[in-house]
């Protein structure tokens, strides 16, 4: 628990409402999980689904679907999982926003040095605060409380698993995020400055809090998202790699975002689907993990993560960002041009940062990235996808790390 765990001493400053959190569901939930995945039939083999070679262009795999149900009703421990997570400390506290109270959990590793410099990393979709786990590990692994530059903070996005969502009548966004996540850090005591870190949705989110909120100093990103090439810009700027990543782009854009147009446009309905029984959960989410990372992760992995969206009732309440992509305008709806990380609205003055991995789902030129704010860092992956904290959490924190030496000189 957080009181008796070395990094688990807030920040001088911290407000007094955040308190402690352990994560410990009640057994009759893990049971009526498992209930129902025991009770519920995988759909009948047929092409689509069972393609010679292990091909899954199509979707799912029957095979794998079966597995995965079978590990995760008799081998899958949930409990192990909450050990791990209550390893680290984790926290809630109760923010007072327009769109209602909201409950927000956050993990964190804190430094008792004074100097320590403040990094809030941001998860997307469909991720959660377990994406930053093995970063935070290998934080832990590396240095003391002590000797720790950093504190770490990982919130669970509004919406998202143990975080709660806004109000029934209140309408969020990414622009809404963003300033919860800058209240979070200034309850935190952290009004002088900090630096945002993101991907996927905590990208935009990081992108926005760079731009609209002074006491964000910098951000470092591994997803910017630019609709077309920026017109100053000729192939000769492209690297290899980089040409490679856009053909896989745009291979995706022609069959890969169907989930994006069902969840931006009639996310009231796929919120049913996928809260209405584990197995509709695990077959949705599982398909990205698969294809949106480099090496597929194993059903361990997986299954913790579902299993977190399926404790928290979460899989209807986290589907807002999908409606709203960087969009001041909260009646604009999703499009396949929705506004990138290149409108001017969201264009970072401040020390920006960009790591390339090969297998993002959108892997932009750090040309192109260079014209959507102030790139002062970067640096290209030979391996890794569109879960990088997940992946190379080795990498991806000495990235950070090196950021971060970087520009809180400045």
């Not at 030129?365 to 860092?377: Q, Y």
Request: charged residues 25%.
């Amino acid at each position: 628990m957080a009181p008796s765990n070395p990094y688990g001493k807030l920040p001088q400053n911290a407000s007094s409402s955040i308190k402690p959190f352990t994560v410990n569901f009640p057994e009759a939930d893990i049971k009526h999980m498992l209930d129902l995945l025991k009770l519920t039939r995988v759909a009948e083999p047929i092409y689509e689904n069972s393609l010679p070679n292990d091909d899954r262009y199509l979707g799912l795999r029957h095979d794998w679907l079966v597995e995965a149900k079978r590990v995760w009703e008799n081998e899958f421990n949930w409990r192990k999982t909450e050990e791990h997570i209550n390893s680290f400390p984790n926290y809630k506290i109760t923010i007072d926003d327009k769109v209602g109270k909201l409950d927000v959990h956050f993990a964190a590793l804190f430094s008792t040095a004074p100097d320590a410099v403040p990094v809030v990393l941001l998860h997307g979709w469909p991720g959660s605060f377990l994406e930053f786990l093995p970063m935070l590990g290998e934080l832990r692994d590396k240095y003391s409380a002590d000797d720790l530059k950093y504190h770490f903070i990982v919130p669970s996005l509004p919406g998202y698993t143990l975080s709660s969502a806004q109000a029934i009548s209140e309408d969020f966004s990414q622009i809404d995020a963003a300033r919860v996540m800058d209240k979070l850090m200034q309850e935190l005591g952290f009004s002088k400055g900090y630096i945002a870190q993101g991907g996927d949705v905590g990208s935009r989110v990081a992108r926005v809090m760079a731009v609209e909120y002074e006491a964000c100093k910098a951000v470092h990103l591994n997803f910017c998202l630019v609709n077309k090439p920026p017109a100053s810009l000729n192939d000769d700027s492209i690297t290899e790699i980089e040409k490679a990543g856009l053909k896989r782009l745009d291979e995706w854009k022609a069959t890969g975002t169907a989930y994006a147009m069902e969840h931006a446009t009639k996310p009231a309905t796929i919120g049913f689907v996928l809260s209405s029984n584990p197995l509709a959960t695990l077959a949705w989410i599982g398909e990205k993990f698969l294809d949106w990372t480099d090496e597929d992760p194993s059903i361990n992995t997986i299954l913790e993560s579902v299993t977190l969206y399926w404790l928290t009732r979460c899989p209807s309440t986290n589907l807002w960002s999908y409606r709203h992509p960087l969009s001041k305008d909260a009646s604009q709806s999703y499009s396949a041009t929705a506004k990138g990380h290149d409108h001017p609205d969201y264009h970072i003055k401040k020390p920006f940062g960009y790591s390339y991995f090969p297998q993002e789902l959108i892997p932009i030129p750090i040309e192109w990235v260079k014209t959507t704010g102030n790139l002062v860092w970067s640096r290209v992956h030979d391996r890794g996808g569109h879960f990088a904290a997940l992946e190379r959490p080795r990498e991806l924190l000495e990235d950070v790390e090196s950021f971060v030496g970087e520009v809180w000189k400045r």
